[in-house]
């Protein structure tokens, strides 16, 4: 009597078990890619986080769709790609308080830090060099400082878009909030293609390895 018991108790939690598996199989794959930047202020260096996930929208064919959400203070905007839903956010607010939108919508969607990626410029890459950084140090950026304040976390993995820094040191603060040349320009957008295809590589390697803990490091993928 006892071990027919012990048999349905082990089947029961077998079947208990295949079904959790089935479900977390069946669950479909959620990231949120947030263009920091200035609201308002698009096309500048600054804001060139907000250039690239314009341009990730265009590639995804939801460039049309954007719409402002009072609840998490962002324009949004969803999009499908080989099977994972991603949430494209651009935070209404000035550069260093990004981070509210981001906590906003990580709320909303029920998002965990790891599951967001932050396109932001660095004076410290010239232009033309992109890399995707694994968390850390926000580095004196006040839009990443922002998001890691708010989530209280920096585990948000990062596509760093170079921007360069101007000659004159005490001309930075100009030099950011100006605009692109129009040389900058057509050097851009090839750029940001490729710093994409690395973020949406990364996501891809994620979703294949089949659980929200899986994050290769992407310290070294660099252009």
Not at 82 to 102: A, E, F
Not at 121 to 142: F, I
Not at 154 to 179: E, H, N
Request: with cysteine; hydrophobic share 35%; charged share 20%.
């Amino acid at each position: 009597m006892l071990q027919s018991v012990r048999a349905v108790c082990c089947l029961r939690l077998g079947r208990c078990m295949s079904q959790a598996a089935g479900a977390g199989a069946g669950r479909e794959r959620r990231f949120m890619v947030v263009g920091l930047g200035n609201h308002g202020m698009s096309g500048t260096r600054h804001s060139v986080g907000m250039t690239a996930i314009n341009q990730l929208a265009r590639r995804l064919n939801v460039a049309d769709q954007w719409k402002s959400d009072r609840r998490t203070g962002a324009d949004l905007v969803t999009a499908q790609h080989d099977g994972v839903h991603l949430i494209l956010i651009k935070p209404r607010h000035y550069m260093n308080v990004n981070g509210t939108s981001v906590s906003n919508a990580a709320v909303k969607f029920r998002l965990t830090p790891e599951d967001i990626y932050l396109l932001h410029d660095d004076l410290d890459k010239s232009l033309g060099k992109v890399t995707l950084k694994l968390g850390g140090s926000a580095r004196g950026h006040n839009g990443v400082r922002s998001c890691v304040d708010h989530l209280k976390s920096d585990t948000m993995i990062r596509l760093l878009i170079g921007i360069g820094r101007p000659a004159d040191k005490s001309s930075v603060t100009p030099y950011v909030l100006g605009r692109f040349t129009k040389a900058e320009q057509e050097t851009l957008s090839p750029v940001l293609d490729r710093g994409l295809d690395l973020l949406l590589g990364h996501i891809q390697k994620r979703t294949q390895a089949g659980t929200g803990l899986a994050n290769p490091r992407p310290a070294e993928n660099r252009i």
